[in-house]
């Protein structure tokens, strides 16, 4: 079965930054759909101005991951798109959100923290070391890979210790930044990447789409168990 | 310093069943207020019907462990005071829901799932297990022990995967449930501990008592270091 | 590729005892085998009586995932060869101990705790609850499973805290018991599964075969990052 | 109850190496130790060349956490001291390895992986990244700590996925490391810290001797459940 992946993008720096527009002609969620797409997977796009935002229950009912990127307009996703992202993460779909999509509705609600950080644009040198190299988000990579330029995350990063750590960053101006996180809330498997400011070309690199592609795979929904929620017989004779 | 601890219950049973009143005169507040009192905590109770329930920025601020029981009425509390709630286990307040404060909206609100459940009301034996002796939650402990007659709780519990399982609980009817849970959020330390039926005299059990307290202590705020979140400035030179 | 499986056995019982012999005509590792060809896996077998135990260098090289039944000759196991297998295990290979494996030398060694529990030979039933319902180990099972008579373990486990629990078990005679749990050392995954006692015909089980061929696939190596330690030349000039 | 401390160095570099001898006049063991009483435990040194390397039963029985330094003798440690100090950690002392300690003999046993990294003799700036700032190990520093030159250790750290990561470094040279890992084996607690180095005067600094002095206090022993393992009887009636 081909894995269906939906690219979320809110796609407000490509209409207000020449800049922007340049380096994505198609969007963020167009880069990384052409990748996703030569990689061999069924992906859909979607960005907030469309009806619903574009993430109406059809479609996230066909949905295996959800691709999320987004900065600014956090805050103008609804409150019923986001816990219907959030509902079906729990019923085993994928969530991948990328850099400031830490700050998504849907990643907060999934987490229960506040997910904040220290930043700084700056523009410094990024090094992403694999810290976890048997895990398959990782695979295909080199122990390490450059950024050559970006925003700056740094630690402390407030979120719920991790199932595992894959990537720690390493930055110029001396911080460092847990840089990939895997968590599983219900059925879904969630993967935080942070790497994806939009001033740089960063989903043109390689390593970022290999990451990228690795864990669509990874956060794809499994079979797993039946479920029986709710009022339920006993199973053994009780004492009643 | 004495810990401040705040016990919260929704208090409806008290009110409107006879036996319920009979078996906590003072609310199963009251109960585990006098208990922790004894133990010579620095104990204050709060319920439902309190303005703001209770729970106002001072208050919660002066409290350094929230002991929380709920039930019927998990959807009348407001939502502003749930978040303060989350608000302050983020900053460090320890948060410790009992029973059916599983489906309360600060602990669902930390948990980012659902926190769904089976359920029998049966009146069953349960015996409740041990399974990190190591924990200091299980201070004093024997190895297991019984509660004569409750409602039985079954899994699959939706919840993250827990920090750290220290109880199992075994029910007659042929279930088990993870009964006790330790997670993090933000600072604030979360136990959430299974026993406490209303229909029960649970909260009047030794063993019982003598987990809430270990949980009180271990779920205290500790001081942990400074942090400084925002635009921040390069530690290092940087190629600018 | 097709997975390549290994299946050990001590192969004591079925030499010292009829009863089993009857149960299991080819021995434990011949039951197991057959169900995992017939799920078109490339099966070897291997036991204790085989020069080196059958685990030489080339076939562990040539191991995917080892399944590993063991009981009463746990000791007898040479160190060269325990300490092989965990070797392997770190480069990636999986590791399935089942029933009293978990005293195996390998499994202890890559733990680095007792793996103590409670016991009783008592013909019980126990019930294997899925715990964690969105775990690929849990593909196509039912809520639970039933195995009618087995031996019964007991909590406390005294193993690290696990990465995942999938399965408790709950017993006729009051005990619980975490019979399903994931870890990883190294690349290498491991799964811990408690049913199995050699006295029940346990691996004729369509549920108990299930859960075997589902951690066969869980545990199988993927790929993963390039890994370089050792001494390292510095990536950024330094103030030398 | 004031904790006992035992804190054992392999003392060689300071008999080989008279800058070392300088730098720590009564060996790293006599400097930490100082600290250590200073701030109100009752401490105890011994060194590999005492009798049984200053570790025998009566001793360990007495220990509350064992602070642990070793490098250039860690296989001169003989197995059976490196057993007891593993099985007194199963039964409840705190074990806090620092530096190359990690590749000691008992933390290896603990973890069960072979704790590999990447190293550089550099004399590099290293800063110290609190990423728990919620954590009791750093009650009272800042959000980050330097030492001014060091050795560098590198990414990946072959250890098992930590209970909680609580510092992370960076270096000068580009490398990143989780330099305080949390782990629990048994009862015992575990603590490794990375910072340790004998070419540099890292034991003398107010952040480092406050890192250990809050190590020592969350990795001692608390009273935890009763465990009775092995042959045990139902505690329910069963069907025989």
Redesign the interface.
């Known amino acids: 079965m081909t894995i269906r992946v939906t690219v979320w993008n809110e796609n407000v720096h490509e209409q207000e930054e020449p800049a922007v527009a340049e380096r994505y002609p198609n969007g963020i969620h167009g880069t990384i759909a052409d990748h996703l797409e030569a990689a061999g997977y069924d992906v859909y796009t979607a960005t907030l101005d469309d009806p619903d935002h574009g993430l109406d229950d059809e479609t996230l009912a066909d949905t295996d991951v959800l691709v999320w990127w987004s900065h600014c307009a956090n805050d103008s996703v609804r409150d019923i798109v986001a816990n219907r992202v959030?509902d079906r993460v729990?019923e085993?779909m994928g969530f991948i959100p990328l850099h400031s999509g830490k700050n998504s509705k849907p990643f907060k609600?999934?987490?229960?923290?506040?997910c904040?950080?220290?930043?700084?644009h700056?523009?410094?040198?990024e090094?992403v070391?694999?810290?976890?190299?048997?895990?398959?988000i990782?695979?295909?990579?080199?122990?390490?890979f450059v950024i050559p330029a970006t925003e700056?995350y740094?630690?402390?990063?407030?979120v719920?210790?991790p199932?595992?750590?894959v990537f720690?960053?390493?930055?110029?101006?001396?911080?460092?930044f847990?840089s990939g996180l895997c968590?599983?809330?219900?059925?879904?498997r969630i993967f935080a990447f942070r790497p994806g400011h939009e001033e740089y070309p960063i989903f043109h690199q390689a390593a970022v789409q290999r990451v990228i592609e690795n864990a669509v795979e990874w956060a794809s929904p499994?079979?797993?168990?039946?479920?029986?929620?709710?009022?339920?017989?006993?199973?053994?004779s009780?004492?009643?």
């Open positions: 959030v729990h085993g609600r999934l987490m229960g923290t506040t904040n950080i220290k930043y700084r700056g523009g410094e040198r090094r070391w694999v810290v976890d190299p048997g895990h398959p990782a695979d295909g990579l080199d122990e390490q700056t740094g630690e402390p990063y407030d719920p210790e199932d595992r750590t720690v960053s390493w930055f110029e101006g001396g911080e460092v847990r968590y599983r809330r219900g059925r879904g499994t079979e797993g168990a039946s479920i029986g929620w709710g009022e339920t017989d006993p199973l053994e009780t004492g009643e």
